[in-house]
């Protein structure tokens, strides 16, 4: 085994620098994989996070056409709805516009029944509800900005002017929630709609949408229709969801970014394939002789097709690996710099485990040919043209 | 003559009746040997002699299982090895055959002691008893002090020799060399002659000797004389 062993690396480290553009490109490709797998996961997180028990009631035109504060009532009323909470787009961001977060006035003390998911310390609820500027915060948030409760926090609106037309907002920490999990957003905050509806110049009682929390998860779709029916001939009509689904819906506005990014992989690992194929192919063809010499002394063809398939999967599994590790940092990189605009970017396990999966089957692709080949050998003629 | 010659040296290892070989050039089929018939002896250093396109190296390649004859029979230590098949042969191979060849062909990653260790990679050995077989193997050729080096920092010479402890690592019954001598000056040359030599007589391997050179030839007990695919001489000698 050591002398096989010593044979597969000696072989790869015959032409270096050749193994190593192999190993460049095969790690490129790799880092690349891994930063499309977070942004793709990045932009389905919302439809992992869904809720089961959840349904996101909007608009029947548009996302941003707003719904009467008075349907929430009417949607609390109807039989297997347990909650409903309604939530509305506040354009929210520190300081700086590219510094944007997700800020949502609502009845605060709704969130934990629709958001079970989220904990709030005990005495920090009180405070909460106590003031009117009070602000709920995701821990996550909390770490970015250095915000504590207690924070007094100016926070700017893009799209709600208050009635003096500042669109600068007072709002004071007073509640920092975690997300059981960790799949949960922690990059969002909460304030108090009344403060909120008050204070706007414009748009009053009105609210962005209704996230409606079901007795029984089975009964989703019946309560959904039975939502939009009792809206349906009104002038303001609604069409209502499971969470997951409006999730999926609200990403595919982005278009298909997962079919995107299948194709730019598929793109990738062909181009890789032809290289790291190539240069595996080539090789093996400059040994031939070697090959032959060894068939001469008794080693068998599925020992010489064991051979350079271990070459090519040493290639591609060193390679496979430090690209992921790479593309894992960089992920982790860029999910701190990102995370106002992409708070579901991380790297996934199973977008670990497919890219290992990747590596292996280009190892067992590209040797293949040169495998076979190896095995296939005739060692009269191969030795003739020595 | 031939089984005369065999029963005289002793028991043959090697016993080739009517072996015919063709080949195939694009459309045209070429016969290489013409029903040839060969024994060589247990102990035997053998000369196989001819000019170039003889079929001296196909006989070679015949009787070290690499190829297999289109008609007759091929015997080498009491096994038919022309009615095995290719994993047969390696096996067969592995176990029973040593080859020297004109170019060395040893592995260049490889060091001395790792080149000579390969062979034994087929065999059940820890990699301890590998590395003393090798060691050995090494002392024989007179190459121990070499054992760390690569075949690119060792001589013509000094390679072949590395090639003949591969080809004698295993203890197989039966050396064949082609031109093992054919890649390197005259001293040299007699160097390498010496040990295979050695090997014959102190080691008791028997040795058959693909070569043009009749100097070569007159180390040998035997010289067999190849010309247009059939035996011509086999007459004792040296």
Redesign the interface.
């Known amino acids: 085994m050591?002398?096989?062993l010593?044979?597969v690396l000696?072989?790869l480290?015959?032409k270096k620098l050749r193994t190593l553009f192999t190993l460049a490109s095969v790690i490129i490709a790799f880092v690349l994989f891994a930063l499309l797998g977070g942004l793709s996961r990045a932009f389905t997180a919302g439809v992992e996070l869904a809720g089961a028990d959840r349904l996101v009631t909007q608009h029947k035109v548009s996302f941003i056409q707003p719904l009467p504060l008075s349907y929430v009532q009417r949607i609390r009323g109807l039989d297997g709805v347990r909650s409903a909470g309604h939530y509305t787009w506040f354009g929210a961001y520190f300081q700086d516009p590219r510094q944007q977060f997700a800020l949502f006035p609502t009845e605060l003390e709704q969130v934990a029944e629709i958001y079970p998911e989220y904990t709030v310390p005990d005495g920090q609820l009180e405070g909460l509800l106590a003031d009117r500027t009070g602000l709920m915060i995701g821990k996550a948030m909390a770490e970015q900005y250095g915000w504590k409760v207690g924070d007094r926090v100016p926070i700017f609106s893009s799209i709600y002017p208050k009635q003096d037309g500042s669109y600068s907002w007072e709002f004071t920490i007073q509640a920092i929630f975690t997300g059981t999990g960790n799949e949960a957003d922690e990059m969002q905050a909460f304030a108090d709609y009344d403060y909120f509806n008050e204070s706007r110049r414009f748009g009053r009682d009105s609210v962005g949408w209704i996230v409606t929390r079901i007795e029984r998860p089975e009964e989703a779709d019946a309560i959904a229709v039975e939502i939009d029916t009792r809206f349906a001939n009104s002038p303001t009509e609604t069409k209502s969801s499971t969470e997951a689904g409006w999730a999926a819906g609200f990403a595919a506005q982005f278009g298909n970014i997962g079919l995107i990014v299948q194709l730019v992989m598929a793109c990738v690992f062909f181009t890789l394939l032809l290289i790291t194929g190539n240069t595996m192919a080539q090789a093996v063809r400059e040994r031939t002789?070697?090959l032959a010499?060894?068939?001469?002394?008794?080693?068998?063809?599925g020992r010489l097709v064991a051979m350079v398939l271990a070459e090519s999967l040493t290639v591609a599994l060193i390679g496979g690996v430090i690209g992921l590790l790479l593309g894992t940092l960089f992920v982790q990189g860029a999910a701190v710099a990102l995370s106002q605009f992409f708070p579901g970017l991380a790297m996934s396990a199973a977008t670990l485990g497919w890219g290992l999966a990747f590596a292996l089957a280009l190892g067992l692709v590209t040797g293949a040919w040169p495998a076979w080949r190896a095995g296939r050998l005739n060692?009269?003629t191969a030795?003739a043209r020595? | 003559m031939n089984e005369a010659h065999a029963s005289a040296a002793g028991q043959a290892i090697v016993r080739v009746a009517g072996v015919t070989k063709q080949y195939r050039k694009g459309r045209q089929s070429v016969e290489v040997l013409h029903g040839v018939d060969l024994d060589i002896a247990d102990g035997e250093f053998c000369a196989l002699m001819g000019p170039s396109g003889s079929g001296k190296t196909t006989l070679l390649?015949l009787i070290?299982g690499?190829?297999q004859p289109d008609r007759g029979e091929i015997d080498v230590a009491g096994q038919r090895i022309d009615r095995m098949s290719?994993?047969e042969l390696?096996?067969?191979?592995?176990?029973h055959v040593g080859?020297i060849?004109q170019?060395y062909?040893l592995?260049?990653?490889?060091t001395a002691q790792?080149n000579v260790?390969?062979?034994l990679?087929?065999k059940r050995m820890s990699?301890r008893e590998?590395r003393e077989r090798a060691r050995l193997a090494l002392e024989i050729v007179g190459l121990a002090d070499r054992a760390g080096h690569r075949p690119g920092e060792l001589s013509g010479g000094q390679q072949q020799r590395v090639a003949i402890a591969?080809a004698i690592v295993s203890d197989p019954s039966l050396l064949l060399a082609d031109e093992p001598t054919g890649d390197l000056d005259r001293d040299t040359a007699n160097e390498i002659l010496d040990l295979l030599q050695t090997l014959n007589q102190r080691h008791g391997k028997t040795i058959l000797m693909v070569t043009h050179d009749a100097a070569a030839a007159e180390r040998a007990s035997r010289q067999v004389q190849l010309d247009k695919g059939r035996i011509l001489d086999a007459s004792g000698a040296g």
Not at chain 2, 90 to 95: D, I, L, P, V
């Open positions: 050591g002398g096989m010593q044979m000696g072989n480290m015959r002789p070697e010499v060894m068939k001469t002394l008794g080693f068998g063809d060692v009269v030795l020595r | 390649n070290g690499l190829d290719s994993r390696a096996r067969w191979r592995a176990a080859f060849f170019f062909n592995m260049p990653v490889l790792r260790e390969l062979p990679l087929l990699a590998r591969r």
